[in-house]
């Protein structure tokens, strides 16, 4: 199953052979890795060059290592996409929230669309509950936020298309650092939910058109609330 490797960069080879078997299939999302010393033994190495290996799979996203649980295969293209991304951003310093906006207003409008018409009774039914909570948590941001990442997340899923799901996994520490500058400002909270109502009612009366009105004009508001939240001119 495994091959002893080489002495020089023991645990990129480890890593070669882990990742390997996760691309092609034969380790699958749930599956747990042998222990530290059983790999050890199988790779023909010290547990110290295993233990370098397993921190870069997780590093990667395509491992979780757990303290009594051991280290399993994630469902690694969300948890992949946003270690990629997120290393991208600090490297090349692209963080920016004109970025994520611009990004926001290109895809999220056609995920509205796309989740009115695909929307499960189920879907449905957990945007109410996040619209819900987050019209108790006006003066909450910590449940207020995770609500909305909730919300918008879910018309994600409602799409029923894994790589907008992956999509949106992959940039949800962003959003979150995007929707606390927004609860900042005086009255964000509130503009927000104007919004999210709106596209709930899109939602539940299925018209395509309306969710993507919604969705464009919330983004607006968003951009506009992270401009003054981070000090911007917004005079022409």
């Known amino acids: 199953?495994?091959?002893?490797?080489?002495?020089?960069?023991?645990?990129?080879?480890?890593?070669?052979?882990?990742?390997?078997?996760i691309e092609r299939g034969e380790l699958r999302a749930g599956d747990r890795l042998p222990p530290e010393r059983e790999l050890a033994t199988a790779f023909g190495a010290s547990?110290?060059?295993?233990?370098?290996?397993?921190?870069t799979l997780a590093q990667m996203g395509?491992?979780?290592?757990?303290?009594?649980?051991?280290?399993?295969?994630?469902?690694?293209?969300?948890?992949?996409?946003?270690?990629?991304?997120?290393?991208?951003?600090?490297?090349?310093?692209?963080?920016?929230p004109d970025a994520l906006v611009e990004l926001r207003e290109i895809i999220e409008p056609e995920i509205a669309a796309l989740a009115v018409a695909r929307a499960t009774d189920a879907h449905i039914e957990a945007l109410r509950a996040?619209?819900?909570?987050?019209?108790?948590?006006?003066?909450?941001?910590?449940?207020?936020?995770?609500?909305?990442?909730?919300?918008?997340?879910?018309?994600?899923?409602?799409?029923?298309n894994p790589l907008i799901v992956a999509l949106a996994d992959s940039i949800v520490g962003l959003l979150a650092e995007q929707r606390?500058?927004?609860?900042?400002?005086?009255?964000?909270?509130?503009?927000?939910?104007?919004?999210?109502?709106?596209?709930?009612?899109?939602?539940?009366?299925?018209?395509?058109?309306?969710?993507?009105?919604?969705?464009?004009a919330h983004l607006l508001q968003v951009s506009a609330d992270v401009a003054v939240a981070v000090g911007r001119d917004l005079t022409p």
């Open 47 to 55: 547990r110290t060059a295993v233990r370098e290996a397993l921190k």
């Open 180 to 216: 606390t500058l927004i609860f900042s400002v005086a009255g964000g909270p509130e503009r927000g939910q104007v919004f999210h109502k709106t596209l709930l009612e899109a939602v539940e009366r299925r018209d395509i058109e309306r969710a993507r009105t919604a969705m464009r």
């Open 1 to 21: 199953m495994y091959q002893p490797v080489e002495r020089s960069k023991l645990f990129e080879r480890i890593v070669e052979q882990i990742q390997g078997r």
């Open 130 to 160: 996040a619209v819900d909570t987050m019209e108790r948590s006006l003066r909450l941001a910590d449940a207020y936020i995770a609500a909305d990442n909730h919300f918008h997340r879910t018309l994600a899923l409602a799409t029923q």
């Open 62 to 96: 395509l491992v979780d290592m757990r303290p009594g649980r051991g280290t399993v295969v994630t469902d690694n293209t969300s948890d992949a996409m946003r270690s990629s991304l997120g290393l991208m951003l600090r490297v090349s310093h692209l963080h920016s």
